[in-house]
């Protein structure tokens, strides 16, 4: 398994790996505006024939980042392709400086709760009826770096 900086050329295969992965498609356009956005940036995951099966899209915000999407093909989910994104992440954050990785994730989505919990994260806020298409609510949450003391559990 290795994870890696995507560019220009994984615009395709990130374009096929959303469509398997979420219900509502991201634009090749605007797939390609994410890897030319200097404050964005995408990594893929690739299986041991080289193949990428999943990816992670992040963006800076004022005292951190944002996650966008996690997601691996059906397929090959339940290996740690989730995981090991995620600790891609984390691994190349700025080291001694203290901030958050923000997110949101569907109520329903258990799975991606569960891997979020696991790497740290913890839900600060709930939006009902967040998502248009279904209408279901939002969590919000938040990883905080072990720099930052004296996190009282919600954003200033
Ligand atoms: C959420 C998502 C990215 C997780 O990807 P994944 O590659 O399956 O994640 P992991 O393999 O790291 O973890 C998934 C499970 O497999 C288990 N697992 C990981 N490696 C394993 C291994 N070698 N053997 C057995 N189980 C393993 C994990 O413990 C975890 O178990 P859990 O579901 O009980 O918590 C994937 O389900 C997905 O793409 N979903 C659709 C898109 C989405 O909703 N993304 C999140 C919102 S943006």
């Not at 295969?13 to 356009?29: G, M």
């Not at 605007?30 to 995951?45: C, E, R, V």
């Not at 696991?118 to 609510?137: I, K, M, Q």
Request: hydrophobic share 40%; glycine share 8%; aromatic share 12%.
């Amino acid at each position: 398994m290795i994870v890696r900086a995507a560019g220009a050329g994984d615009v395709d295969a990130i374009v096929l790996i959303h469509a398997a992965c979420f219900a509502l498609a991201w634009s090749r356009a605007s797939i390609q505006s994410l890897i030319d956005d200097p404050h964005a940036f995408i990594y893929a995951a690739e299986d041991p024939f080289g193949q990428m099966v999943g990816y992670l899209s992040a963006r800076d915000v004022f005292d951190g980042y944002e996650l966008l999407n996690v997601a691996v093909l059906p397929e090959h989910r339940g290996r740690g392709y989730g995981q090991k994104l995620i600790d891609t992440l984390f691994s190349s954050l700025p080291q001694r400086v203290p901030l958050r990785i923000y997110l949101e994730v569907r109520e329903s989505n258990e799975s991606a709760r569960r891997l979020y919990e696991r790497c740290g994260f913890s839900v600060f806020a709930r939006r009902e009826r967040y998502y248009p298409d279904t209408d279901e609510a939002a969590f919000l949450m938040v990883y905080v770096t072990p720099q930052e003391d004296g996190w009282s559990g919600r954003p200033s």
